[in-house]
T-cell receptor, first 112, second 115 residues
Framework: QKEVEQDPGPLSVPEGAIVSLNCTYSNSAFQYFMWYRQYSRKGPELLMYTYSSGNKEDGRFTAQVDKSSKYISLFIRDSQPSDSATYLCASPGSSNTGKLIFGQGTTLQVKP | ETGVTQTPRHLVMGMTNKKSLKCEQHLGHNAMYWYKQSAKKPLELMFVYSLEERVENNSVPSRFSPECPNSSHLFLHLHTLQPEDSALYLC??????????????FGPGTRLLVL
């Protein structure tokens, strides 16, 4: 079983839709999670990070962790064509050397 | 130049060639990373350097040889690669290596094709 799993999509939504992107993780000891966004021909950039359980909101983006089900989510409200990208979830797991474990990434397309 | 830069952006090489990928960070960071991103696979960490010392080698074959001469530069030397090594190679840096709250900043990557 992969440590962090993500449905690769692709996911296509109309502009203005609410988008839900999801990941699961296998190790209940994982506590810290990130969402990276990767545009075509670019490197990933950190979008949000969360620690332990609960929600974290930043503008149109909300990150949510449900430790009981080992499920992490990223919600995008009022999605825009500029949100079209690949979204990667990640966790450092139990590493203390900077190692990040990534999901496969979900490709999102927001159509005008 | 700002952020993390990588050269070349694209590289085609034969299996008997020797080539090097270069990464430079302009952020004053002390940790640098090499990742491999293959189609339909998760981003995979290869190496971590902290203050020019290798602190993580994620079971990478010896045909990949990293070098970190100073905290701003990172190289990945390639020799006798296989076609399955074709991928996007990403470099990243962070202030330090280790604490989970350290943000890693990625370069645009080198797209490598091995023929």
């Amino acid at each position: 079983q992969k440590e962090v799993e993500q449905d690769p999509g692709p996911l296509s939504v109309p502009e203005g839709a609410i988008v839900s992107l999801n990941c699961t993780y296998s190790n209940s000891a994982f506590q810290y999670f990130m969402w990276y966004r990767q545009y075509s021909r670019k490197g990933p950039e950190l979008l949000m990070y969360t620690y332990s359980s609960g929600n974290k909101e930043d503008g149109r983006f909300t990150a949510q962790v449900d430790k009981s089900s080992k499920y992490i989510s990223l919600f995008i409200r009022d999605s825009q064509p500029s949100d079209s990208a690949t979204y990667l979830c990640a966790s450092p797991g139990s590493s203390n050397t900077g190692k990040l474990i990534f999901g496969q990434g979900t490709t999102l397309q927001v159509k005008p | 130049e700002t952020g993390v830069t990588q050269t070349p952006r694209h590289l085609v090489m034969g299996m008997t060639n020797k080539k090097s990928l270069k990464c430079e960070q302009h952020l004053g960071h002390n940790a640098m990373y090499w990742y491999k991103q293959s189609a339909k696979k998760p981003l995979e960490l290869m190496f971590v350097y902290s203050l020019e010392e290798r602190v993580e080698n994620n079971s990478v074959p010896s045909r990949f040889s990293p070098e970190c001469p100073n905290s701003s530069h990172l190289f990945l030397h390639l020799h006798t690669l296989q076609p399955e090594d074709s991928a996007l190679y990403l470099c990243a840096s962070s202030q330090v290596a280790g604490p989970y709250q350290e943000t890693q900043y990625f370069g645009p990557g080198t797209r490598l094709l091995v023929l």
